[in-house]
């Protein structure tokens, strides 16, 4: 039952009778907001790569590492999370789904705090960190009505948001005080918390889709859960939150790290992600929450063993796992609450065999001693920004177009 839940929060949009007027794209949360993450990726991170060629070529006020990376989890990851929730929690709570107005103003406010961030060499430092904060609190403020009315168990996600936002302002504070270490200090902060969204959510829905799969391909081997690894997984995950503010860059984040790596690692074993291969829908969702454990375990091997190749364990955590399940959910998603079959497109194969290769070249390419660090960065760049060219080329239609009829 709990798995047939989790399917349906997330593959199965309102009945033609209960959607609203209006343009298709403010008719579910999904919709603006994996445009708009799949939008972010495909400019954001070439404007990266070019910054690192004309270092004069953004107008941004802080250097353009830091405003690369407050973008990627802010702009990005920010409306990935969006776009998840708000769909998400209208099945979690039973209420009416976001639509109309509300998602045009939130579609707005994120939208301008991209171009504000992005134009914030040329504007007042009040207005830019105002309309860059803005986009969050708004956002909790829609998903608390129905969490808190129904009591449900997902509320302490508000919680999570919550803090990514005190991250965000930490972030501003310092950039504003030309304190960088502290800003980059806070992006590392937030992605240990949007790390800790994909190991609540990803732990539930990787095994129950997984399930599902297998149940229909007719497999007897399901996904197993020992009921300690979920506690452990979450716990550990927070811990990192916790060492990575008192403590950052020492044994005790190595050895947190390494548990984490551990725990996630045998977490992930029992879901039958190899019983998977010819469901590229179900192992990608294996593959970006492979790289959580992978990740934590460079990071573990840096910090304890101070070997340089663990130096990379960061975008093996951002690109690999963030932006992996960010895409492995998005697509999942925009298929089943749209009406269309959970069968992705060869481009959408493609997109992930990108993003994938984008991952490998940025974590293991510094190793490579004859290869520099700009070609590294701009490999990875077109790898990526080819993921999301696919991404954009499939599902734009389809986060704009109707609803498939029923048959």
């Known amino acids: 039952m709990k798995a047939a839940h989790e399917e349906r929060a997330l593959s199965d949009e309102h009945r033609p009778s209960r959607r609203r007027a209006g343009p298709v794209l403010f008719s579910y949360g999904f919709r603006p907001f994996f445009?708009?993450?799949?939008?972010?990726?495909?400019?954001?991170?070439?404007?990266?790569?070019?910054?690192?060629?004309a270092p004069a070529a953004l107008p941004v006020a802080w250097p353009p590492s830091l405003w690369h990376a407050h973008e990627m989890v802010f702009g990005f990851a920010a409306a990935a999370i969006?776009?998840?929730?708000?769909?998400?929690v209208p099945s979690w709570t039973g209420r009416k789904g976001f639509a109309?107005?509300?998602?045009v103003l939130l579609f707005a406010l994120w939208l301008a705090a991209r171009l504000v961030v992005a134009a914030s060499g040329l504007l007042p430092r009040v207005l830019v960190a105002a309309v860059s904060l803005s986009f969050l609190?708004?956002?909790m403020g829609l998903l608390a009505w129905p969490l808190l009315r129904e009591r449900n168990r997902n509320t302490p996600l508000l919680f999570v948001l919550a803090t990514l936002w005190v991250c965000q302002c930490a972030f501003h504070w310092a950039a504003w005080h030309s304190d960088f270490d502290a800003s980059r200090q806070a992006v590392v902060t937030a992605i240990n918390l949007v790390l800790v969204l994909v190991t609540v959510i990803g732990g539930r829905i990787v095994p129950s889709f997984t399930a599902n799969a297998l149940r229909l391909s007719g497999s007897k081997v399901l996904p197993r859960a020992a009921n300690w690894l979920t506690p452990a997984a979450v716990t550990l995950m927070v811990g990192i939150v916790i060492v990575d503010v008192l403590r950052p860059g020492?044994?005790?984040?190595?050895?947190?790290a390494l548990a984490a790596a551990a725990v996630q690692a045998?977490?992930?074993?029992?879901?039958?992600?190899?019983?998977?291969?010819?469901m590229p829908i179900v192992w990608i969702l294996h593959l970006g929450y492979a790289w959580i454990p992978i990740g934590l375990g460079l990071k573990a091997w840096a910090l304890l063993g101070e070997n340089p190749w663990g130096a990379n364990w960061l975008h093996a955590l951002t690109i690999g796992a963030m932006a992996t399940m960010i895409v492995?959910?998005?697509?999942?998603t925009s298929l089943g609450h749209t009406g269309r079959t959970l069968e992705p497109h060869r481009l959408t194969v493609a997109a992930y065999g990108f993003l994938g290769l984008a991952t490998l070249v940025r974590v293991a390419g510094p190793m490579v001693p004859v290869v520099s660090y700009l070609t590294i960065v701009v490999t990875s760049?077109?790898?990526?920004?080819?993921?999301?060219?696919?991404?954009?080329?499939?599902?734009?239609?389809?986060?704009?177009?109707?609803?498939?009829?029923?048959?």
Do not use: D, N
């Not at 445009?35 to 060629?53: E, M, N, Y």
């Not at 969006?82 to 998400?88: D, Q, Y």
């Not at 990526?384 to 029923?406: D, H, N």
């Open 250 to 256: 020492g044994a005790l984040a190595g050895v947190v």
């Open 381 to 407: 760049a077109a790898l990526w920004t080819a993921a999301f060219a696919l991404y954009l080329w499939v599902y734009a239609p389809i986060l704009v177009g109707p609803r498939e009829s029923q048959s």
């Open 35 to 53: 445009l708009a993450a799949g939008l972010a990726a495909f400019i954001l991170v070439p404007l990266w790569a070019w910054s690192l060629a």
């Open 100 to 103: 109309g107005w509300p998602l």
């Open 266 to 278: 045998a977490r992930i074993s029992q879901w039958r992600g190899l019983h998977t291969l010819r």
């Open 137 to 139: 609190p708004l956002l």
């Open 328 to 332: 492995a959910v998005m697509t999942r």
């Open 82 to 88: 969006a776009g998840f929730l708000l769909t998400a």
